[in-house]
């Protein structure tokens, strides 16, 4: 796991020192993303500079250090991540006549290139990555991101230069352009608590889209392109799942296979490994298969809170101490956040609001003085219907969804008029426009944003930009195929909250700390595989997850794991009250609110009602705050 970034300046040759010096800037911004190296590689020639900061993994030894060059000469590449079924992939180039100096995953990478092409070799990799790859004789660069997002990569590319990384962080480092905030960006983070790809929060930077190849040269257009498509992989996998003749006994068995391998796969490395247990189905589920593939107890860690509706530490335990591993916890305390908060704006580069991002980072870096990779249990919930919103989403939309449209507009208006004479402060004025804002859906993805946003549609933005295009992934009428509502919202999570969400929140939090996170459930395989299976699979009597459930319970007590969904919260609605009051209000000041262009009113109205107990606005006012601190932090671009 490491950090990459690159400079190309596609106008003409450049010092090569200077080249150096530039990449190297960008590379020591990342520095937390790999500890334990960093390398430069210019091509003075083509004005192209890569830097890759080095967290070893596997292949501690320099054959293993980047940027790496292949062995004709023609391609270098700068990777962050992993891949797991590279040994496989030597044995057949070897089998090919390929010799190796090293033991790195970097080295069978481009030697695939070399042998089978770009594209080809990527769509062989099983893995986690994000990586640049220069081609010396054509004078062409590649990037590409893994098929689900788990690692990320930031660009900017206009007529003269080519700017990337692994973080914003490093972009900022890099001469050519000047960073500017993005209204449009900030509008959809304010209806989604995090910036959407392709966009970023800056004007002209963009995120690589999961599952794509960007291929530039000096002299031709960007092309973007897909060499795996989430939508393509859900409606072959719904067509499968309607066929489907599997019985229940047969479909645990194969899925409990698959993650074995997965898991297998990903507890290969030449460093300590251990894994986040939370005690709920997903990491109970990670940590059993891989103590039952070790032959030594595994190291898990968790993290509590001293309020006991959000503390699942002692789950935790019960778990650990039936599965036999060696298992260290940390409750977490107001002050922990309180020394953390400040520097989330460093850590994301961006607006990110997901409050969980709080216990994720003190559990990583708890776990950090232990172990440089952990496993995680991430994606269970996308894939296999294990969030409250669907049931509650599926409900109210089987309610909502049979009026004829003309008579939910008046009925909208209605409440929507009866919303306007109403106080603010009052429940009711709130309970009014949610209902009004329902039956103004026209269709699942309205329902998805209803269920989702935290802020009503441009309600807190003084001057909403006159369009701003979605990034999202239509959910409605897969490719022309007709899907259930929970299969449409689960659609929307994967393409859109997983990776920018779930998966940067996981990302941004061990790298942070110089840990390697892997996410074993996002092995492509078995998201192509769990999208096969029928919706009769996944819920059962209101609960989601039943498949997973089934294979946990060979290995783990239901009774120890068979409880409502928690999910990873944190008191942020109480610690606001109290010890974060201070920190919050500064921040939500009409004056700095009116500076980054929010309308202080309903904000400040949200905030008089979460502290009076009225209403419980945590989520929402946590989206203002990551906000406004992050463009304090960034100097108010």
Not at 75 to 84: A, D
Not at 121 to 143: P, S, Y
Not at 217 to 232: K, N, T, V
Not at 344 to 369: G, H, N
Request: charged share 25%; hydrophobic share 45%; aromatic share 8%.
């Amino acid at each position: 796991m490491c950090g990459i970034a690159g400079y190309w300046d596609r106008r003409a040759a450049t010092d090569g020192d200077t080249l150096a010096a530039l990449a190297r800037g960008a590379g020591d911004a990342m520095a937390h993303r790999g500890p334990d190296g960093d390398g430069v590689w210019v091509d003075a020639d083509a004005g192209l500079a890569l830097a890759h900061r080095r967290l070893a993994i596997v292949d501690l030894s320099p054959t293993g250090a980047q940027p790496m060059t292949s062995s004709c000469g023609r391609y270098v590449i700068s990777y962050n991540g992993e891949v797991f079924n590279f040994l496989e992939l030597r044995r057949e180039l070897e089998a090919a006549g390929q010799r190796f100096r090293g033991t790195s995953d970097t080295e069978v990478m481009l030697e695939g290139f070399v042998r089978w092409g770009v594209e080809a070799t990527v769509k062989r990799l099983i893995g986690m990555f994000a990586f640049a790859l220069w081609d010396r004789t054509a004078r062409r660069l590649w990037l590409v991101r893994d098929r689900l997002g788990i690692k990320p990569l930031y660009y900017l590319a206009n007529d003269s230069v080519v700017l990337f990384g692994s973080e914003l962080k490093a972009l900022r480092a890099l001469p050519g352009w000047t960073p500017k905030l993005d209204r449009a960006s900030l509008a959809q983070y304010l209806r989604r608590g995090y910036v959407p790809h392709p966009l970023s929060i800056y004007e002209s930077v963009r995120k690589l889209p999961p599952g794509h190849i960007l291929e530039l040269s000096a002299d031709a257009a960007p092309r973007l392109s897909a060499y795996w498509s989430l939508r393509e992989v859900a409606t072959n996998g719904i067509a499968a799942a309607r066929s489907d003749r599997r019985s229940p006994d047969d479909a645990v068995r194969q899925l409990e296979a698959l993650l074995r391998d997965a898991i297998r796969r990903r507890m290969i490395a030449d460093v300590p490994l251990g894994a986040f247990l939370s005690g709920g189905v997903d990491s109970s589920l990670v940590v059993a298969l891989m103590q039952s593939e070790s032959n030594r107890p595994v190291k898990t860690f968790s993290i509590g809170f001293r309020e006991g509706a959000y503390n699942e530490a002692g789950h935790a335990r019960a778990v650990a101490a039936h599965l036999g591993t060696e298992h260290q916890d940390l409750v977490v305390e107001p002050r922990h956040a309180l020394d953390l908060i400040p520097r989330l704006p460093k850590i994301y580069d961006e607006p990110f609001a997901d409050s969980s991002q709080i216990p994720t980072y003190l559990v990583a870096e708890m776990t950090r003085r232990h172990v440089t990779v952990a496993l995680s249990g991430d994606g269970g919930d996308e894939l296999f219907a294990g969030y409250h919103r669907y049931g509650w989403g599926e409900w109210v939309w089987d309610r909502v969804d049979w009026m004829p449209r003309p008579l939910r507009s008046a009925a909208s208006a209605l409440f929507g008029a009866a919303q306007s004479v109403l106080p603010a402060s009052l429940p009711a004025a709130r309970r009014m426009g949610q209902a009004g804002r329902l039956l103004d859906c026209r269709d699942i993805d309205g329902l998805y944003d209803w269920l989702t946003q935290p802020w009503p549609r441009d309600t807190v933005l003084m001057a909403p930009p006159a369009t701003v295009s979605s990034a999202s992934e239509p959910c409605v009428g897969l490719n022309g195929t007709a899907v259930d509502t929970v299969t449409a919202l689960q659609f929307r999570d994967m393409a859109d909250y997983l990776p920018e969400d779930i998966l940067t929140k996981l990302d941004r939090a061990t790298m942070a700390v110089s840990l390697e996170g892997r996410v074993p459930l996002l092995d492509h395989r078995v998201v192509e595989h769990a999208w096969t299976l029928p919706m009769s699979l996944k819920r059962r009597d209101g609960a989601g997850k039943w498949i997973l459930r089934e294979v946990l319970a060979r290995h783990v007590p239901r009774d120890m794991t068979d409880r409502p969904k928690q999910g990873f919260e944190v008191p942020i609605g109480d610690w606001l009250r109290t010890e974060l009051r201070d920190w919050a209000d500064e921040l939500m000041a009409p004056q700095v609110l009116g500076d980054m262009g929010l309308n202080a009113e309903p904000i400040r109205q949200a905030w008089l009602n979460h502290m009076s107990g009225k209403q419980n606005n945590d989520n929402a006012l946590w989206v203002i705050l990551m906000a406004t601190s992050w463009w304090q932090e960034a100097g108010r671009p």
